[in-house]
């Protein structure tokens, strides 16, 4: 019986996990003593220990999927009277990570960019700033001049990918501490351990915000930043900063502020510590 019919199915119906997932891929056919072959891109598949042949050639198992897989898969089927070539299958996998936006000021304009590459096909992605609107596929990257920019606006971009969709917004400001109200006064008594601290967030949990870096200055007894040491130690992370004081002293007391500084500039928090005898 000559061959017929040839018809090459996937196992997944979806994007995979490029370096995790695997996939199978089936030729089947009508005819008999049937033989397979199997090509990427109509060339002979090369070797690969990724790729396993079973069920008499029939089908193949990629374990796991990479990038270097892009490209159209097909099988061709044949004996003594004849050969079909199937349909193309090409595979897909998911962009790396979530999808990130950014910004930074370059001189007096600013940069803002979002991005979530790696994915086949490539992730389309739609960037938002006010009335700016840009297009762009797996990354974006906008030029923005100083009297377009309006601090505190949020910028968002859309990305989407076959079955895949995702946002990220972020607020395009310096750092923020909605509620913080300076020079708010904290009392302390001698020998106790105290606490100040400062925690950076946008008004709503889905927004994003640019990441920070904090020093801390007692202004009662120096301009300069304060040093590490077995009386006071920083504790800071990328939206939040705690200057902890173990043993308390009279010195200690007074006006203490935390710069807190991002890609687009810096902001003031200051605290007022009071310190009371035991």
């Known amino acids: ?43 002979r598949l090369p070797d690969d220990p990724r790729y396993k042949l079973m069920d008499n050639n029939s089908t193949l198992v990629i374990s796991p999927v990479m990038r270097s897989d892009g490209g159209a898969f097909s099988c061709r089927v044949y004996n003594y009277l004849s050969s079909e070539i199937s349909n193309n299958i090409s595979l897909s996998w998911l962009p790396d990570g979530d999808i990130q936006c950014g910004a930074e000021r370059l001189g007096s304009s600013f940069r803002f960019y979002c991005s979530w590459p790696g994915g086949n096909p490539t992730t389309t ?106 009386n006071l130690s920083v504790i800071s992370d990328d939206f939040s900063s705690v200057l902890i004081i173990p043993h308390m002293k009279k010195e200690f007391g007074g006006k203490f502020m935390c710069k807190a500084e991002n890609s687009l500039g810096s902001n003031y928090f200051t605290f007022i510590l009071d310190v009371e005898e035991e």
């Open 125 to 230: 992605l739609i960037w938002r700033y006010g009335s700016l609107v840009q297009n762009g596929f797996d990354s974006i990257t906008a030029d923005v001049p100083p009297y377009q920019v309006s601090l505190g606006r949020t910028m968002t971009c859309v990305g989407n990918h076959v079955q895949s969709s995702a946002m990220c917004s972020l607020v395009i400001d310096v750092p923020q501490s909605p509620g913080f109200i300076n020079d708010t006064i904290t009392t302390a008594k001698k020998g106790s351990s105290s606490f100040l601290s400062i925690t950076l967030s946008s008004d709503t949990q889905e927004t994003q915000i640019l990441p920070a870096k904090f020093t801390w200055t007692h202004l009662d007894r120096s301009a300069s930043p304060i040093p590490t040491s077995e």
């Open 1 to 43: 019986v000559p061959v017929s019919g040839v018809t090459l199915r996937s196992n997944v119906s979806g994007p995979v996990v490029a370096g995790k997932e695997a996939v199978s891929l089936r030729c089947s056919s009508y005819g008999t003593d049937l033989r397979y072959s199997w090509m990427l891109d109509r060339f």
